[in-house]
């Protein structure tokens, strides 16, 4: 199910056909992350390093030198180091970086000052990602400035900087089929930790208890890390959008709010389900859900090729302020309201972000300042939601402190989309029914 390193191979030269003749695109692995100490967290790499190379190792560099004879793809990485291996663990290696890789060419990362010199030199323009680690663009430019110190003596130094991320995550927008498969397989194992944590919730427990059933259940069916910090709320904290203590008592009454994905080969699912603690809606909570399903349900319709970024949010927010009006929680025309923005005190997000290496994935939403238009293997997400704060007097108290969001991945197909997040309960009746099997 993984990645082909023929499909990396593609990635590379779909990247260089773009790239302007005589550059360079020069792209560093993601460094070390300091926990606390001298502890590290778990390690991830960067997902543009690791979408052209496959590498999951640190302290590495790829150069792409596109119409290079000797070697288009060259990567700097670790030497081979035996006793450094066991500390650390199994490290790849340049030579075997050529065979198991796929890559043209490899060095030691210890030797890229005295290599990368030839590689810059005479090329025109750099490609790479500027302004996110101030330490690469500190190096890169010293490499540049050596350069330019020798230009007496016939170097050539680069004249031009670009930006390498529009042209890069362009590509990634776009996912494969090998990538909607391992996408697909991600949302499986998320599936299963939604249910597990559905199953087992019950007034009296803490919220992090829920998210212990999810981060084991995502462990147990194969990944090795959630895609985010899962967000569990209960009751007032379902109101706040990226709440994360996950400390709080379940009560009885409260809605729990479950915002949570599981990585898996280095892709992202992001799936939010709400259900009530004790297996049954209260009637306020089961209006509200109701408007937020078919919210998304008509978000989800109007997820279609050719239809505009934009589509399915204005649907969602059609669904949610009509609901809402009609509920008495909001007065007026509708259309009045829409154009108002006066659904944002209860509706304050857009309905979904692109999704694939990262949870909120890379690819640009305006084309030339136009929302542009949905593509077959974009996959996003749709999670219209409604929030009501506790604080919020202008509404009846009943309401008060009902949070909910629904939210699936969506793959937009050649015709239409299908959704990658099947398979948890998502109508009151549904839920209603799953929650009182998992008690006997």
Not at 143 to 153: E, L, T
């Amino acid at each position: 199910m993984s990645i082909s390193n023929r499909e990396f191979s593609k990635r590379r030269k779909d990247l260089m056909s773009q790239m302007e003749s005589n550059s360079i695109a020069i792209l560093a692995s993601a460094s070390p992350s300091i926990r606390n100490n001298d502890a590290e967290y778990q390690y991830r790499q960067n997902s543009d390093f690791y979408y052209l190379t496959g590498f999951s190792e640190p302290r590495a560099l790829l150069a792409l030198i596109p119409g290079r004879r000797q070697a288009e793809a060259v990567l700097f990485c670790q030497e081979k180091d035996k006793e450094k291996e066991l500390w650390s663990g199994f490290i790849l290696g340049p030579d075997a970086a050529i065979e198991e890789l796929g890559i043209d060419d490899a060095y030691p990362i210890e030797d890229i000052d005295e290599i990368i010199l030839g590689l810059i030199e005479g090329r025109d323009r750099i490609y790479y990602s500027m302004g996110k680690d101030n330490e690469f663009d500190a190096r890169v430019m010293d490499w540049v400035r050596i350069i330019r110190s020798q230009a007496k003596a016939g170097s050539h130094p680069p004249n031009e900087f670009q930006v390498l991320d529009h042209l890069l995550h362009e590509l990634r927008l776009i996912k494969s089929s090998a990538e909607i498969k391992l996408m697909e397989k991600a949302a499986k194992i998320s599936v299963k930790g939604h249910k597990a944590a559905m199953a087992m919730c019950k007034p009296g427990i803490k919220e992090y208890e829920l998210e212990a059933e999810l981060l084991y259940s995502f462990t147990r069916n194969g990944s090795r890390s959630p895609a985010y910090v899962s967000i569990v709320g209960a009751g007032d904290n379902a109101c706040i959008l990226h709440y994360d203590s996950n400390d709080a008592e379940i009560k009885p009454g409260d809605l729990v709010l479950i915002d949570a994905g599981c990585e898996y080969e280095y892709y992202a699912s992001d799936i939010t389900r709400t259900f009530p603690a004790t297996g049954k809606f209260s009637p306020e909570q089961k209006a509200i859900y109701e408007i937020v399903l078919k919210a998304q349900e008509a978000a989800i319709e109007a997820a279609v090729p050719g239809a505009s970024w934009d589509a399915p949010h204005e649907a969602s927010v059609k669904a949610i302020t009509r609901g809402l009006v009609r509920l008495g929680l909001m007065r007026g025309a509708p259309s009045q309201l829409i154009k108002n923005l006066a659904y944002k005190e209860f509706y304050m997000h857009r309905v979904g972000h692109w999704i694939g290496m990262d949870v909120h994935d890379v690819g640009d939403y305006k084309i030339d300042n136009q929302w542009r238009l949905l593509e077959p293997g974009m996959v996003t997400t749709i999670e219209p939601g409604i929030y009501i704060s506790p604080n919020n007097t202008k509404v009846p108290k009943k309401w008060r402190g009902i949070g909910v969001r629904i939210e699936d991945d969506v793959l937009i197909t050649k015709t239409s989309n299908r959704i990658l997040s099947m398979g948890i309960p998502k109508t009151v009746k549904e839920i209603e029914s799953y929650m009182s099997a998992a008690r006997y």
